[in-house]
Nanobody, 114 residues
């Protein structure tokens, strides 16, 4: 089991940027696919960005071109750079390891509002 702790959330105006960080411990982080999910009020949690241990990256269409996921296996860290933020990006963002059936962090709130 991998323990995941997110940081970097907050309040940002539309068009702004935020960088989320996720610190991982335990488990075998460097061989797992990791990612970021989000859950908006009244909606199901969805994975929006994933990166495999070999560096293959996928995004959901709603964040393509605006979000960038990266990982540093030496530091057991995962990052999500979010640019051109929109109000509909408002959600609790969760770090994930091992896919939807894997491990999740407790989340960090991101609010996009003027």
């Amino acid at each position: 089991q991998v323990q995941l702790v997110e940081s970097g959330g907050g309040l940002v105006q539309p068009g702004g940027s935020l960088r989320l960080s996720c610190a991982a411990s335990g488990g075998v982080f460097d061989i797992l696919a990791v990612g970021w999910g989000r859950q908006a009020p009244g909606k199901q949690r969805e994975l929006v960005a994933t990166i495999t241990n070999s560096g293959s990256i996928n995004y959901v269409d709603s964040v393509k071109g605006r979000f960038a996921i990266s990982r540093d296996n030496a530091k057991n860290m995962v990052y999500l750079q979010m640019n051109s933020l929109k109000p509909e990006d408002t959600a609790v963002y969760y770090c994930n390891a091992g896919g939807v059936a894997g491990d999740w962090g407790r989340g960090t709130q991101v609010t996009v509002s003027s």
